[in-house]
């Protein structure tokens, strides 16, 4: 029931791309920018993207974030095995005010 | 490089007030709104509220009437409380830092505490 829709798993083999999407509404996505953070089990959260396409230092540039209308994407090219994370969207919401995020996304590398 | 070292009660009974306290160490305290997230399996991410250096705070209508915040200047710390505590806030808390991205006027979610999970259980 998290107010961002994102699918529950995505996977692809060593050097593929794959890609997460998260969908809003007008309210959030379609309004604000989107942020986007991967978490292994047990850990906190850490920033991949924010505002919809920037990569915060250290953070390699396989990592990629793109947003259209109310849906946010995030692709990861050259797939690599320490990239199984679970990976979420986050955005602001002004029909709530506050701050909304997607229920997760967890990638499995084959 | 900024860290947040977060702690507080973990197990509590129905009814009792939850108290979490987060440090910052290694950046400035103020400029910044400082924030409280949780995670539970069942309800996955769920914002709580964000408070700034001057005590300016927004809650989760939700959770407002039993929500409060504040920080502690001196010692670059902010905290929360969380009153009637039910089974349903059983999570792992996260406090966390709201930075601003200049070139979009937008803030976003930069830093993350380390987690505190907190169970509540008669």
């Known amino acids: 029931q998290s107010v961002l829709t994102q699918p529950p798993s995505a996977s692809g083999t060593p050097g593929q791309r794959v890609t997460i999407s998260c969908s809003g509404s007008?309210?959030?996505?379609?309004?604000?920018?989107v942020h986007w953070y991967h978490q292994l089990p047990g850990t906190a959260p850490k920033l991949l993207i924010y505002?919809?396409?920037q990569r915060p230092s250290g953070v390699p540039d396989r990592f990629s974030g793109s947003k259209s209308a109310t849906s946010a994407s995030l692709a990861i090219s050259g797939l690599q095995s320490e990239d199984e994370a679970n990976y979420f969207c986050?955005?602001?919401?002004?029909?709530?005010?506050?701050?909304?995020f997607g229920g997760g996304t967890t990638v499995t590398v084959l | 490089q900024v860290q947040l070292q977060q702690w507080g009660a973990g197990l509590l009974k129905p009814s009792e007030t939850l108290s979490l306290t987060c440090a910052v160490f290694?950046?400035?305290?103020?400029?910044?709104?400082w924030t409280w997230i949780r995670q539970s399996p069942g309800k996955g991410l769920e914002w709580i509220g964000e408070?700034?250096?001057?005590?300016?705070?927004n809650h989760n209508l939700s959770l407002k009437s039993r929500i409060s915040m504040s920080v502690d200047t001196s010692k670059n710390h902010f905290s929360l409380k969380l009153t009637s505590v039910t089974a349903a806030d059983t999570a792992v808390y996260y406090c966390?830092?709201?930075?601003?991205?200049?070139?979009?006027?937008?803030?976003?979610?930069?830093?993350w505490g380390n987690g505190a999970p907190v169970t509540v259980s008669s």
């Open positions: 966390a830092r709201n930075a601003v991205d200049w070139s979009s006027a937008s803030y976003y979610i930069d830093v």
């Open positions: 290694g950046g400035s305290f103020s400029g910044y709104y």
């Open positions: 408070i700034d250096h001057g005590g300016s705070s």
């Open positions: 007008n309210f959030n996505i379609g309004t604000n920018t």
């Open positions: 505002s919809n396409n």
């Open positions: 986050a955005t602001w919401d002004d029909s709530l005010s506050g701050w909304v």
